[in-house]
């Protein structure tokens, strides 16, 4: 059996000189029975609706942070810029993603990029925001051990319909959360603090973003269940 392509967008090193991939995202992929390709984002955007010929499915990875002018803001103390070819290829491509309705997933920067395309506001700083009750470290600055914490899922999200459940526990390594989700998108994960975890658009056929790692504990059913659905839906895609 053929299996269904998913582009993986690639990071970057430190000086910009280097495409990096983290090896969970192709792993999930191809254990969820997909066959992972890592897309070089310093591309002639003009060659971008050739890729997605050819791809049956995107997952949009992890990484730095997207320029905060597009919801009026300038860049927080703390922000980490993403290479800014990255974020130029990686805006046209989902908006030719979008376009096409091939299946996405999206990954912490990822679901920021789906947010951000439909018109959504992040906070910058989570820790700026000091939510009232128990404090979760949502940055795990200490990565020496992962940290956890619970999410509860939008009942009638594609997630928990097919996990059959609303309470799961992700890992967490991010500074950013979405302040105002944008345009056709609902929440369907939040942290016990109320911070945002997961987005998704009902009316394509997968376009969903999570801030949390999946591709760091797809060994665990729940989170490679992420994967599995990229493939399930990508798999009904002709290119
Ligand atoms: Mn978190």
Redesign the pocket.
């Known amino acids: 059996m053929i299996r269904p392509l998913i582009g993986i967008t690639s990071d970057h090193n430190a000086e910009q000189k280097q495409y990096l991939s983290p090896h969970g995202y192709a792993a999930s992929v191809e254990r969820a029975g997909g066959l992972p390709v890592i897309l070089p984002y310093r591309a002639d955007l003009s060659l971008i609706g050739q890729y997605l010929d050819r791809l049956n499915g995107i997952l949009f990875s992890g990484g730095n942070d997207l320029d905060p002018a597009a919801y009026g803001e300038s860049w927080h103390p703390n922000a980490v810029p993403v290479d800014p070819f990255r974020e130029r290829f990686e805006r046209a491509l989902i908006a030719e993603v979008e376009r096409r309705r091939l299946p996405a997933l999206g990954v912490c920067l990822g679901s920021q990029l789906m947010n951000l395309h439909r018109g959504g506001a992040m906070n910058q700083f989570i820790p700026d925001l000091k939510p009232a009750g128990e404090p979760?470290d949502?940055r795990n600055v200490n990565r020496d051990w992962v940290d956890r914490?619970a999410v509860s899922l939008l009942p009638e999200s594609l997630i928990a319909r097919t996990l059959g459940k609303t309470d799961i526990v992700?890992n967490?390594s991010?500074k950013q959360s979405i302040r105002t989700a944008g345009r056709g998108l609902r929440v369907i994960a939040t942290?016990p603090d109320g911070?945002i975890?997961g987005i998704e658009d009902p009316t394509l056929p997968l376009f969903m973003g999570v801030?949390?790692h999946p591709e760091r504990m797809s060994d665990d059913a729940d989170h490679r269940r992420l994967f599995e659905l990229l493939i399930e839906k990508s798999s009904q895609q002709s290119p």
């Open positions: 979760i949502h914490h992700v967490t991010h942290a911070v975890e801030q949390w």
